[in-house]
Nanobody
């Protein structure tokens, strides 16, 4: 089992910045990826940014150039630096840790979610 602890959400004005942090603990497999999804009001959960222990990174088009995901493997901590925030970034942000022996055999673990509100 993997446990995830998130922090860093809050209220910010448009154009502002926030940094989300998520630390993982527990038993993991050989291949790992960590990152963030979000669920905006009335919408399905969607990918924001994910990075893997082998350095691959994937961003949603809507956040490219504004958000940056980074992973500290030693601390098993993933960060999401969010800059130039917009009202449409308002959502509950969920940390994800994907772990498994192969790229097709894996388990997803989710954090409890942290609210990010962008409003003036």
């Amino acid at each position: 089992q993997v446990q995830l602890v998130e922090s860093g959400g809050g209220l910010v004005q448009p154009g502002g910045s926030l940094r989300l942090t998520c630390t993982s603990s527990g038993s993991i497999s050989r291949l790992n990826a960590m990152g963030w999804h979000r669920q905006r009001p009335g919408k399905a959960r969607e990918l924001v940014a994910v990075t893997s222990s082998d350095g691959r990174t994937n961003y949603a088009n809507s956040v490219k150039g504004r958000f940056a995901v980074s992973l500290d493997n030693a601390k098993r901590t993933v960060y999401l630096q969010m800059n130039d925030l917009k009202p449409e970034d308002t959502a509950v942000y969920y940390c994800l840790h994907r772990t498994g022996p192969t790229y097709t055999d894996y388990t997803d673990y989710w954090g409890q979610g942290t609210q990010v509100t962008v409003s003036s």
